[in-house]
């Protein structure tokens, strides 16, 4: 395995090899782009959908099959933002998406395979760049994009989330080698990488810690969270989904899909896959393998390619090696500690929050699941699964 075979990257990981800011986007975008670029200030009159109901559509069906991935990738940044902002940013959502949004929304979603509302990908893997193009990928040099209100507790939440992307890099890279380095039997590299990876959590975990400096809970849960919701299990929505206006294979029916989460972010699945870390049936994991099919399609085949070729747990088990296996532990006790700060984070960004925002419940996380003792219970299995 390679990252390339991906279109991914030691350095960027999941990240876009591209920067948002670089793609240019045709001219019958351009009344999209105004838009999304004045999302701010739409959603502060109150009547964003007056606005966005005047949209023209661009007609982008057969641009969407052949254009350049990067500007199709863009577009979808732009367009899921406004097709979040249309439903959550007027106090009583729609029960249907005007076909002048829907049309271009399932268009490029369909070139892309994924669902046809704000992903993880539009939210963060796409939607940053750096300022010095000479520079890292650090919370000192990247911003966001394309927002919805704007502001410091926003940029800083999406960029807590790039600067962990980017890290993330070294634990992919090396996941991919240590399938072949499992396979060949070669102990002294196995540890070598393994202890790589522990490093790299380490400066994950550091990124992940910074989160309350600049994002603060009670404006995460009342300015930032209610515009990233979905359809799937929202009480808001009386029908149980939104209808995509103009899509005739949807024949009306409301759409019950899944909200952007960090849980559509690929690396604990993609570690979880190498360390052959399992997880019993319960909700939560059964909403995690619902939102596989979320995640760009090559993010997907990494991952089940992870899991369908890795030996690495078989081959640390049957050595004598307690350095290899020290590694190894080492490792999949950073998955469990990372969840454990994520855990932590639901709890004081989301749980303890009260809500009284259209859709926006405090028990109920972005991807419309009961949350908190699911995390604990994959913590604590992540956790039980060491060898010795």
Not at 31 to 36: D, K, S, T, Y
Not at 73 to 85: C, D, E, I, K, P
Not at 117 to 132: A, E, F, M, Q, T
Request: aromatic share 10%; hydrophobic share 40%.
């Amino acid at each position: 395995m390679e990252l390339k075979d991906y279109g991914m990257s030691r350095e960027r990981g999941y990240l876009s090899h591209y920067e948002i800011d670089e793609i240019r986007l045709p001219e019958r975008f351009d009344a999209v782009v105004e838009a999304a670029g004045k999302l701010s200030g739409l959603l502060t009159t109150g009547r964003v959908r007056h606005w966005l109901d005047a949209l023209p559509d661009p007609q982008v069906e057969q641009w969407a099959r052949t254009a350049p991935e990067e500007e199709v990738r863009t577009a979808m940044v732009h367009y899921s933002f406004l097709v979040q902002a249309y439903v959550w940013g007027e106090p009583d959502p729609p029960a249907s998406l005007p076909a002048n949004l829907a049309r271009p929304m399932v268009a490029i979603s369909d070139r892309l395979g994924q669902a046809p509302l704000l992903p993880y990908s539009g939210y963060v893997l796409d939607n940053w760049y750096r300022l010095d193009k000479s520079g890292p990928i650090d919370l000192s040099n990247v911003v966001m994009h394309q927002n919805f209100l704007g502001g410091d507790d926003e940029n800083w939440f999406v960029l807590v989330h790039v600067a962990i992307e980017a890290e993330a890099g070294v634990l992919l890279d090396n996941a991919a080698r240590l399938v072949t380095i499992a396979k060949e039997g070669d102990e002294a590299e196995a540890i070598r990488l393994l202890r790589e990876m522990d490093e790299a959590w380490e400066r994950i975990y550091g990124h992940f810690a910074r989160m309350p400096e600049r994002c603060d809970p009670y404006i995460y849960f009342h300015r930032v969270r209610p515009y990233i919701h979905g359809w799937a299990n929202n009480p808001a929505l009386k029908d149980g989904g939104l209808v995509y206006d103009g899509i005739e294979r949807f024949e009306g029916r409301p759409q019950a899909l899944r909200g952007q989460t960090g849980s559509q972010s690929s690396i604990v699945p993609a570690m979880d896959a190498l360390f052959q870390v399992n997880h019993s049936a319960d909700p939560l994991r059964q909403f995690l393998d619902e939102l596989h099919q979320y995640r760009p399609v090559e993010h997907r085949r990494f991952i089940e390619d992870l899991a369908a070729q890795s030996t690495l747990r078989d081959f640390v088990s049957a050595s004598d090696n307690a350095e290899l296996k020290d590694a190894f532990n080492a490792c999949l006790e950073q998955s469990a500690r990372f969840r454990t700060r994520h855990l932590e984070y639901a709890a004081s960004y989301i749980n303890k929050q009260a809500g009284s925002i259209a859709g926006n419940d405090p028990d109920v996380g972005t991807g419309g699941t009961p949350f908190m003792k699911y995390l604990k219970k994959h913590r604590d299995e992540n956790r039980e699964q060491t060898v010795s």
